[in-house]
């Protein structure tokens, strides 16, 4: 692994990451390219696995590149990319207590680390062996392949048997030496200096923003008091947090209580889309909670926490994060609703996923209030639970999980079969379905939702899905080995039996 810290290893390690993704998409290939780097990444930095939180986001990262591995999913290689920028800072900096300032580290290293290696290759001196392997490389090879290759075109000049041969010979050369090394070209030098990019981001660790450093020294997750305060300030703080603190009490009470009312108790669906109800309603009942999360953090940012009255204060404020987290639960059970009857969606799964970290946020703020944390402590918390989030997320293939929960479930839920028929091609095998089953569904859904809308048939909805395979088919056959992913290679084996 030494020798990627060598300029020389970065440049055959770029050229490497242009062969593996020259004409492909990415799939087995990345998983190819990464393993190595990962392994670098784990002998240069042995020591922080049992300290902060590197040994979680290093676990993550080679879980998610094998996840893009099996299923493909754009969104699974835009979070491994966030957490690879966020290991990246971590190998920089590896005194991280939170993987927040990492990820920034990592995002600037990512745009210095180009201008860096340039200098670094400039800095490079030639030992004495290299300028004697130079010129005898001069003098041996070019210096005769050069007097060749004038010769030559005398001689194809002057005879044209000699010349169609040479042309026969050159042509052979050209497509033996291009199989295995494509033409250079733009896109390939593009993904030569991209390749070279990535590797150095893992060598030219000594780089870096000392903002990102300053922001972590000194910092503790418990909270100290400040002696320079000023109680007069502090005494019109509390009263005005007081009052802020009661009266939005009041308020969300009633708000909860409608919602336990009508939402928790006594829903009833009477065929209505539920658009409003879930996506408006929704999105003003989250802004509400993170802008209650702030104003808490905001009061028991400094003093507050020690004031000799600070019983009251907080008190309220804990009654504050509970009728916070029971709005959250009312617009987790919103949710819940319009799945039930409108099956499985990307912003409802992501909706489920939102909520549990608000939960998670909230409860993090009362730890706060109570055992005197710091605002570090919960950017370090939060960030954690954030990420974790994503890791989960893009783990599962939410393509198959939603084409097999809303095709079985078509007895209770309404099936769009417009949004079903646009999931990616891993899902084509499953969303095939025989005219005797459609026709099922179509009958259950017509009994069960009477809407004016124009949705697709289901003889439409066939004749989409059986064009999507045949392309698919053919896609796959022109697809380099490099480029699969297990799921859709799986689903092609299984519909080329099928496939006329």
Same mark, same amino acid.
């Given at each position: ?51 902060? $939180?590197? &040994? ?5 990262? %080679? !879980?998610?590149?094998? @996840?893009?591995? =099996?299923?493909?999913?754009?969104? *699974? ?66 210096? $005769?392949? &050069? ?5 030559? %075109? !005398?001689?194809?000049? @002057?005879?044209? =048997?000699?010349?169609?041969?040479? *042309? ?76 802020? !603190? ?5 308020? =969300? ?248």
């Amino acid at each position: 692994m030494k020798f990627l810290k060598h300029p020389v290893g970065t440049v055959v390690y770029g050229i490497l990451f242009a062969l593996l993704f020259y004409h492909k998409s990415p799939g087995l290939n990345l998983l190819l390219f990464e393993i190595p780097l990962m392994l670098f990444i784990a002998a240069g930095n042995k020591q922080l696995f049992s300290k902060g $939180p590197f &040994g979680m986001v290093y676990f993550g990262t %080679a !879980l998610l590149i094998i @996840a893009f591995a =099996i299923h493909g999913s754009t969104f *699974t290689m835009a979070i491994h990319l966030l957490s690879l920028l966020t290991l990246t800072g971590m190998a920089i900096f590896p005194h991280a207590k939170t993987i927040f300032w990492p990820f920034l580290r990592g995002f600037f290293h990512l745009i210095l680390t180009p201008f860096y290696m340039v200098q670094r290759y400039r800095e490079t001196r030639i030992n004495e062996k290299a300028k004697t392997l130079a010129q005898s490389t001069v003098r041996y090879v070019f210096v $005769p392949l &050069g007097a060749m290759m004038v010769f030559s %075109a !005398l001689y194809a000049f @002057a005879n044209p =048997i000699f010349s169609d041969g040479m *042309t026969h010979g050159l042509s052979w050369i050209s497509n033996s030496v291009f199989a295995i090394i494509p033409p250079l070209n733009i896109e390939f030098l593009i993904l030569f200096i991209f390749g070279c990019c990535i590797t150095s981001l893992f060598v030219f660790t000594e780089i870096g923003l000392k903002i990102c450093s300053r922001m972590e020294t000194g910092r503790s997750d418990q909270l100290s008091s400040s002696r320079s305060s000023n109680s007069l300030n502090r005494d019109k703080e509390y009263k005005m947090a007081i009052i802020i !603190l009661l009266v939005l009490n009041l308020l =969300i009470a009633f708000m909860n209580i409608s919602d336990i009312r009508f939402v928790w108790i006594d829903f009833t669906w009477t065929g209505e889309h539920l658009k409003t109800f879930v996506h408006e309603g929704t999105y003003a009942l989250i802004l509400s909670i993170l802008i209650s999360m702030a104003l808490v953090v905001y009061f028991f940012r400094k003093d507050l926490n020690f004031y000799r009255k600070s019983k009251q204060l907080r008190l309220l404020a804990n009654l504050w994060i509970i009728q916070n987290a029971i709005l959250a639960i009312s617009v987790m059970i919103r949710n819940y609703h319009y799945i039930h009857y409108f099956s499985l969606a990307y912003r409802r799964i992501g909706m489920v996923f939102f909520i549990l970290l608000v939960i998670y946020g909230l409860f993090t703020v009362w730890i706060k209030i109570n055992k005197q944390r710091s605002i570090f402590y919960l950017l370090r918390v939060n960030a954690a639970s954030v990420y974790i989030a994503l890791l989960i997320m893009a783990l599962i293939p939410w393509d198959n999980v939603i084409a097999k929960y809303n095709l079985h479930n078509y007895n209770k839920g309404f099936v769009h079969l417009e949004f079903l028929a646009t999931l990616s091609d891993k899902t084509l095998y499953t969303l095939e379905a025989s005219d005797e089953r459609l026709n099922e569904i179509k009958y259950i859904q017509d009994t069960k939702f009477d809407y004016e809308e124009d949705f697709i048939s289901a003889e439409e909805y066939s004749a989409i899905i059986r064009t999507r395979q045949k392309a698919f088919d053919r896609k796959m056959e022109r697809l380099h080995w490099l480029s699969y992913n297990l799921m859709e290679y799986l689903a092609w084996s299984r519909l080329s039996e099928n496939i006329p």
